[in-house]
C-alpha cells in the first residue's frame, strides 16, 4: 500500500508523518503522535469526543483524512494550555464543576473555543448550540454552559482593562 508523507502543523509544532491515503487524523494523533486528549468513540462524527481545532474551527477528527490537513492549523487539547497553564475556558470547567467523567471534556472546551473566539458575548441558547454536536452522559450541560458564560464573562473583562 501506498504511503504518504505528510507534514502536520499540531499545537503549534511541525510533525513529519508517514501515513497511509485513508487514515483519519485521529488515528494520526492518537497513535502516531501520542496525543490521546483527543478521545476516541463513535467513528461516525455523532459525539463530538473527538474534536480539534482545524484553522480556528471546531471539527470531528473522526471522519477527517490525515491528508486534508495538510498545510493546516490544528490544534488537539494538549495545545491549548500556556506553558502549562489552563486558558480562562479550561479553568472555568474546573471551577464551575463542568467535568464529571472528563471522557466528552477535551473535544467541549475545544467546540466552546471556537465558538467563544466567533462569539466573545455569548448567548445561553448559542452556547447550547455551538455544543450541540458535542455529547455528554454526566453533567446536564448545565454546568458546561455556565462554564462558557463564565470564561466569556473573564475574558471580557480583561479585554476592558488592557
Do not use: W
Amino acid at each position: 500500500m501506498s504511503r504518504l508523507a505528510l507534514s502536520l502543523r499540531i499545537n503549534g509544532v511541525t510533525h513529519d508523518v508517514l501515513t497511509e491515503p485513508h487514515r483519519t487524523l485521529l488515528d494520526v494523533l492518537r497513535d502516531d503522535l501520542g496525543l490521546t486528549g483527543t478521545k476516541e468513540n463513535c467513528l461516525e462524527a455523532e459525539c463530538g469526543v473527538c474534536t480539534i481545532l482545524l484553522d480556528g474551527r471546531a471539527v470531528n477528527s473522526c471522519i477527517l483524512l490525515a491528508a486534508q490537513c495538510q498545510g493546516r492549523e490544528i490544534v488537539t487539547i494538549e495545545g491549548l494550555a500556556r506553558a502549562g497553564v489552563f486558558v480562562p475556558l479550561q479553568q472555568a470547567f474546573v471551577d464551575h464543576g463542568a467535568v464529571q467523567c472528563g471522557y466528552c471534556i477535551p473535544g467541549m472546551i475545544l467546540a466552546a473555543q471556537a465558538y467563544l473566539d466567533e462569539c466573545p458575548e455569548p448567548t445561553d441558547d448559542g452556547i447550547r448550540e455551538a455544543l450541540a454536536g458535542n455529547l455528554c452522559r454526566c453533567t446536564g450541560y448545565q454546568k458546561i454552559t455556565d462554564a462558557v458564560t463564565a470564561a466569556a464573562r473573564g475574558l471580557a473583562r480583561a479585554r476592558t482593562t488592557q
